[in-house]
């Protein structure tokens, strides 16, 4: 790609940022109106390092789909092109080979890269690259999912993760097994970690906002 020239030769019509479900479905969209443009991230690299292990997918089959305009991807073309069955509810794992197999059929349009900064100027946008390099790009999607968004309360933030962890961290549930935990939240996945935690053999507590103790 090379850095930025002076006359913006190094460009994209589109930059995606993100390589997850979204962005990877955006860029198939793209590439079926023949529409320049480049994804920056590793594809599904947030659900093979913050998801929980153990985890199942909430959604139904027909919802879990990763969109593109022919249908061409769909669960059922994995299934058949890698010559394995998917149990249902999706089981995490598999979910994310079907992502990966996914981003394979548009690899030519992926860029592994981080973006670390994106800057206006007056004809659009300049994307910047965790290697230095950067880019121009008329319009510019950001992708990013829920990775980066994660907040921990004040109280909590200078303790260590052993002992104070979003639920964006829980990774590996059984490393919890036969301790006390308490689960600060009663969204999706305040109960969803609860679930997984109690099922890892933690004892759990759910603390809600209402200060309402439910014990698993």
């Known amino acids: 790609m090379g850095r930025l020239d002076r006359d913006g030769s190094s460009q994209t019509e589109v930059a995606?940022?993100?390589?997850?479900?979204y962005g990877l479905a955006l860029t198939a969209h793209l590439a079926s109106k023949a529409i320049p443009s480049t994804t920056f991230g590793r594809p599904m690299s947030f659900w093979q390092e913050h998801m929980p292990r153990g985890m199942k997918l909430r959604s139904s089959w027909e919802a879990s789909h990763i969109?593109?305009?022919?249908?061409?991807?769909?669960?059922?073309?994995?299934?058949?092109?890698?010559?394995?069955?998917?149990?249902?509810?999706?089981?995490?794992?598999?979910y994310v080979a079907y992502g990966l197999w996914f981003?394979?059929?548009?690899?030519?349009?992926?860029d592994p890269r981080e973006v670390t900064r994106v800057e206006r100027d007056a004809q659009?946008?300049?994307?910047?690259?965790?290697?230095?390099?950067?880019?121009?790009?008329?319009?510019?999607?950001?992708a990013t999912g829920i990775g980066k968004a994660a907040?921990?309360?004040?109280?909590f933030q200078g303790?260590?993760?052993?002992?104070?962890?979003?639920?964006?961290?829980?990774?590996?549930?059984p490393r919890f097994a036969q301790r006390r935990v308490v689960v600060v939240g009663a969204g999706q996945s305040a109960l969803e970690s609860a679930a997984l935690l109690h099922e890892a053999g933690a004892d759990v507590e759910i603390v809600t906002r209402r200060q309402r103790i439910i014990w698993l």
Not at 68 to 80: G, I, M, V
Not at 151 to 155: A, D, G, K, L, W
Not at 162 to 170: D, G, I, R, T
């Open 159 to 173: 303790l260590p993760p052993e002992l104070a962890l979003h639920s964006a961290q829980l990774r590996e549930p």
């Open 16 to 21: 995606v940022i993100g390589a997850g479900p």
């Open 67 to 94: 969109a593109d305009p022919q249908h061409r991807y769909t669960l059922e073309a994995y299934q058949r092109a890698a010559g394995v069955a998917i149990a249902q509810p999706i089981p995490l794992e598999r």
């Open 124 to 142: 659009g946008f300049i994307v910047h690259l965790d290697d230095g390099e950067a880019l121009r790009a008329p319009r510019v999607v950001v």
């Open 103 to 110: 981003s394979d059929q548009v690899a030519s349009r992926l």
């Open 151 to 155: 907040f921990v309360p004040r109280q």
